[in-house]
């Protein structure tokens, strides 16, 4: 089962303009001849790929990678992160979830709560949300003047740059589901009362601003996509498939840095133990 | 196969004396017909169930879990971490490692690096050494006159109390290995590059100061075991022993705590969700 590269699919090339109305939320198509679980199958090979290659990763404690997620609500950011991210060493990943600013952070500029948060040599942190709800948000919402967020493209594409150029790779995911998924997931939630604590009755305001979502998600990505700092607009209305393109996009990214085991400045042959 | 409760076979009671020699590092007396596949086996039910537990908590929000772990070195803090929690959704658990303070964290007292790192509602954290090494690292090496780590004691009890009073659960886990059993682990990095950046041959100092750190253990484990904050000590010379002992416990005190999925204020039933 042959599955095509994620990375080249679903990247926004720098410049480029993405029209998320033209892009599948359930395009399988790099995976043409897979099913689920041939997906799940793959999947499983994969986490255990990134699962060795982050403990050489924090051996190392060369690299820093920093994992953004945004998506509309019920777009699987938790899910992605339980399913991604579960076989790692929990020593070596740190899951920051970003919730609407507090006073403190609103007296503060937009990237003083995110900046303490970046990942530390040999670390991978993701993001579930980030400083893009800081664009998004106050665009769709009219929190501030238009200026504000216009000008925050250029602060979070400058912050990036200095983090990446510092030696942090980041990855940034749109989980992109369509409207009609965001209501069989929401209906789902309102149906296992074990859910209900997730469904926030505000979220469905949002929803009703879905086109004006979008179309900010589009603008924002579209002017944030730089080749320091690439978003991937990750179909995703089938869980396995999400998991599945996450996956090999992050187990890509990880084989692309030198990882290797440190070497040691001493002689194991000399070192004697005593009893 | 049965396994005894660790919390009643391992926990130093307040105002107990521990004398760590006459603690087995390899008493395995509480799974006494247990062979090494039966414990793994069992440890695989009891991580499904961590993993089941952790989902409520978070979804409550209302408890907060602290887990300090110490250790000789060797002793199988890293090992017991990815063991344990791995299991867990990574969102929902922090592990923070205490390293050797830094110039600015010796320029506050010994409690300011800690205190940001301890869990919020719906949290689990690991604490990979603790406060605890600036009590003993301090009196073992002499790094300040005594009087410093023996009002520490002091220092850390009242800090635990806040905390657990303020809502947190706290289990404090040594992980008591034999002088022999830290020499065949030490000869295993040195015989696997792999694992050679973990060998710091400072840490044959640490090993000719064997005696002298276990009775440090002893007096600071009898001192700091609380109602509020008690300390276990678990045999740890067999890995899997220690992960099937360390999961239980936890496992137990997450399910002494009343957690259930929170209540909402609406009705299901009154949501209608537009296409």
């Given at each position: 089962m042959k599955l095509g590269d994620p990375r080249k699919a679903f990247l926004v090339p720098e410049g480029g303009k993405v029209k998320l109305t033209e892009k599948?939320?359930?395009?399988l198509s790099i995976f043409p001849d897979g099913s689920k679980s041939d997906g799940e199958a793959l999947f499983a090979e994969i986490a255990l790929q990134i699962k060795a290659q982050q403990k050489v990763l924090y051996a190392q404690g060369k690299h820093r990678v920093l994992v953004i997620i945004q998506a509309m609500d019920t777009g699987g950011k938790d899910g992605c992160v339980k399913s991604v991210f579960?076989?790692?060493?929990?020593?070596g990943i740190t899951v920051k979830s970003f919730k609407k600013p507090t006073e403190e952070e609103l007296a503060?500029?937009?990237?003083w709560r995110i900046h303490p948060h970046v990942p530390r040599s040999g670390g991978i942190t993701v993001f579930?949300?980030?400083?893009y709800e800081d664009i998004i948000a106050v665009r769709v919402k009219k929190l501030y003047e238009d200026e504000v967020w216009k000008r925050r493209y250029r602060h979070v594409t400058d912050f990036e740059q200095m983090l990446a150029e510092e030696g942090t790779t980041i990855l940034k995911l749109f989980l992109h589901i369509s409207k009609a998924e965001q209501k069989r997931r929401l209906e789902a939630r309102l149906r296992n009362p074990n859910k209900h604590w997730k469904f926030?009755?505000?979220?469905l305001a949002d929803r009703e601003r879905w086109a004006e979502f979008q179309h900010a998600y589009e603008d924002l990505i579209s002017k944030t996509s730089t080749r320091h700092a690439p978003w991937y607009v990750i179909p995703a209305d089938r869980k396995w498939f999400r998991n599945l393109a996450v996956g090999r996009l992050f187990a890509d990214t990880l084989q692309d840095l030198d990882l290797e085991y440190p070497t040691v400045s001493?002689?194991?042959?000399?070192i004697r133990i005593n009893d």
């Open positions: 599948g939320a359930d395009d579960a076989s790692v060493d929990p020593q503060h500029d937009f990237l579930n949300r980030s400083h926030l009755p505000d979220d001493w002689d194991p042959e000399e």
